[in-house]
């Protein structure tokens, strides 16, 4: 049996913004991808300024020193920036896909044991269930990467849909 099923979103911002602003992701410098680099840069820019201050004890010979760390320093800002600029695209991503979830009238998901499919007022994605790559199942949230990616969250369906949307995932995902 091939049945499709229907899946009413509710399209409050609130709902989908708790799910993608959660524990610090729009955070510049804080974020899960940039916290390391903020702080090693943190770390090596204090040992290069106590180095600094240093200077004079360290005698001309030692100098080779504070240009190994003054390049580290650098390295740490280059890959720092580099993140920083990451997080910065992803949430303008998300600002964008934010605005056109408050935007739309209707959005759905509909799904049968072969595909899948997202529909955002009159504009529709379509994927197999085998162009799925991962998928992740949690109290809060559905996610499915693949060809295109999705996040669902639980509080932007009924729990009956969200209940068969988890088990048309454990079917059809393959692993």
């Known amino acids: 049996m091939n049945e499709e099923k229907v899946i009413k979103l509710k399209t409050d911002r609130r709902i989908f913004e708790e799910i993608y602003f959660n524990g610090n992701q729009a955070s510049l410098l804080l974020s899960p991808t940039t916290k390391g680099k903020t702080t090693t840069t943190l770390i090596i820019g204090a040992i290069l300024l106590a180095a600094l201050i240093l200077k004079n004890r360290l005698g001309e010979e030692n100098l080779g020193i504070l240009y190994f760390l003054s390049f580290l320093f650098l390295l740490c800002v280059i ?8 997080v910065v695209r992803w ?8 605005k056109s979830v408050e935007a739309s009238k209707s959005y759905e998901i509909r799904f049968n044991n072969e595909s899948f499919e997202i529909n955002m007022d009159d504009q529709k994605e379509s994927s197999l269930w085998k162009d799925f790559e991962t998928a992740d199942i949690n109290d809060d949230y559905v996610s499915l990467e693949g060809k295109y990616n999705y996040m669902f969250p639980k509080k932007s369906m009924s729990t009956d849909d969200y209940i068969m949307l988890t088990a048309a995932i454990r079917k059809n995902f393959k692993e």
């Open 91 to 98: 949430k303008k991503g998300v600002e964008q896909y934010l």
């Open 79 to 86: 890959f720092l920036s580099v993140s920083v600029n990451n």
